[in-house]
C-alpha cells in the first residue's frame, strides 16, 4: 500500500515509506527548539543546566544563583574566545604552510601564541570562578 504526500518539489510521491521519511512540521518544530535550547541559544545567561544543577545540589538562595549565574556566563564566555583564538591559530599555521616557502619554527611560534596565550586566560579564569563559587557559598 502507498502513501501519497507532497513533496518539497511540489509533486505528489507514492512511496510506503515516504510519510514516515519526512517528520511532521511539529515533530521539526519540537526539534528545532531543541537544537535551539541545547546549543546555548536559549534562556537566560545559556547556563542553565549547571546553573539548575548546582543550585539545587549547594542549596543556594536567589542572591546567591544571581551571583553564580555572572559567574558562569564569565566562564562560558572566556571559553568560547578561547575556542576562537585556537580556530584564529590553526587558520594562521594553514597560511603559513599553503604560502609556498618553508616558514621558520619562529613563525610557527608566532602563529601559535594567541592559543597559548587564550588556555592560560582560561586557566585564570576557571581559577577565578572556584574562588568565586567558594565565596558565594554559606558556610553551612
Same mark, same amino acid.
Given at each position: 500500500?502507498? /502513501?501519497? /504526500? ?8 507514492? =512511496?510506503? /515509506?515516504?510519510?514516515?521519511? *519526512? ?13 535551539? &535550547?541545547? =546549543?546555548? =541559544?536559549?534562556?537566560?545567561?545559556g547556563v542553565r543546566r549547571p546553573l539548575r544543577y548546582l543550585a539545587h545540589r549547594l542549596d543556594l538562595d536567589d542572591s546567591q544563583v544571581r551571583r553564580l549565574a555572572i559567574v558562569l556566563? &564569565?566562564?562560558?564566555? +572566556?571559553? $568560547? ?5 585556537? %580556530? ?6 594553514? +597560511?603559513?604552510?599553503?604560502?609556498? $616557502?618553508?616558514? +621558520? ?14 588556555? $592560560?586566560?582560561? $586557566?585564570? %579564569?576557571? *581559577?577565578?570562578?572556584?574562588? =568565586? ?8
Amino acid at each position: 500500500m502507498t /502513501y501519497p /504526500y507532497f513533496s518539497r518539489c511540489g509533486g505528489i510521491r507514492r =512511496h510506503a /515509506y515516504a510519510v514516515f521519511a *519526512t517528520p511532521s512540521a511539529r515533530a521539526t518544530n519540537a526539534w528545532q527548539r531543541y537544537e535551539h &535550547r541545547r =546549543h546555548g =541559544h536559549g534562556g537566560s545567561f545559556g547556563v542553565r543546566r549547571p546553573l539548575r544543577y548546582l543550585a539545587h545540589r549547594l542549596d543556594l538562595d536567589d542572591s546567591q544563583v544571581r551571583r553564580l549565574a555572572i559567574v558562569l556566563d &564569565r566562564l562560558k564566555s +572566556e571559553r $568560547e574566545q578561547a575556542r576562537l583564538d585556537d %580556530e584564529r591559530a590553526m587558520s594562521r599555521v594553514a +597560511e603559513l604552510l599553503l604560502d609556498g $616557502e618553508l616558514p +621558520e619554527k619562529a613563525a610557527f611560534d608566532d602563529a601559535l601564541r594567541c592559543r597559548r596565550d587564550s588556555q $592560560e586566560r582560561l $586557566e585564570a %579564569e576557571a *581559577t577565578q570562578a572556584l574562588v =568565586h563559587i567558594a565565596e558565594l557559598l554559606d558556610p553551612d
